[in-house]
């Protein structure tokens, strides 16, 4: 195998986070601070966060839009960030790579984490059309991701399904599987 990075080989996305651990406001800018400086096409910064911490009003209105799978373990997280990305540019044109740059900054976002010590698991399971609703989101706003963060958890707290997974050896595709031929 090839020599990666340390901060890549120990990345994880645990289902298990400790559920009183809290983030401090210095955790959240930093990781807020590493995805603003994300690359994007002609720096167009599209992405978009909103910061939801255990208890307050935006943790709860993201937490009920997830999928029930994933609401039995995301409320365990110290925070749910919502990511979204505008569709169009000061102008009015589309923003064809908004998703794209957005999966960039959740990226940095991910890699801080990482050397916070804190874990990220990324959330495609959720209601768009009910976040858009429940948080008043303007129409040129997509929601395309959410974000749990914390500290690890305990994974013998998890269901047994999910236990399962998080106990279980890390498993990647091989490398010649990835390739365009």
């Known amino acids: 195998m090839a020599?990666?990075?340390?901060?890549?080989?120990?990345?994880?996305?645990?289902h298990a986070f400790d559920p009183v651990a809290?983030?401090?406001?210095?955790e959240v800018a930093s990781l807020l601070e590493a995805a603003r400086w994300a690359p994007s096409a002609d720096n167009t910064q599209p992405w978009r966060f909103?910061?939801?911490?255990?208890?307050?009003?935006?943790y709860k209105r993201i937490l009920v839009n997830l999928t029930p799978g994933n609401q039995r373990w995301a409320g365990r997280a110290s925070a749910l960030?919502?990511?979204?990305?505008?569709?169009?540019?000061?102008?009015?044109?589309?923003?064809?790579?908004?998703?794209?740059?957005?999966g960039q900054a959740v990226a940095h976002l991910t890699v801080q984490a990482t050397t916070l010590r804190l874990y990220v698991r990324q959330i495609s399971g959720f209601d768009a059309a009910g976040l858009r609703t429940d948080l008043e989101l303007a129409?040129?706003?997509?929601?395309?991701?959410?974000?749990?963060v914390g500290r690890l958890?305990?994974?013998?707290?998890?269901p047994e399904d999910l236990r399962a997974r998080e106990v279980g050896l890390r498993q990647r595709r091989p490398l010649t599987e990835l390739m365009l031929r």
Do not use: I, K
């Open 50 to 58: 909103l910061v939801g911490r255990r208890d307050d009003e935006a």
């Open 22 to 26: 809290d983030l401090t406001d210095a």
């Open 153 to 158: 958890g305990d994974p013998y707290s998890l």
């Open 81 to 102: 960030l919502l990511g979204a990305h505008a569709t169009t540019g000061p102008t009015g044109c589309p923003l064809t790579h908004a998703a794209y740059d957005l």
């Open 139 to 148: 129409p040129a706003v997509r929601p395309h991701v959410v974000v749990a």
């Open 3 to 14: 020599q990666l990075s340390p901060l890549l080989a120990t990345r994880w996305s645990p």
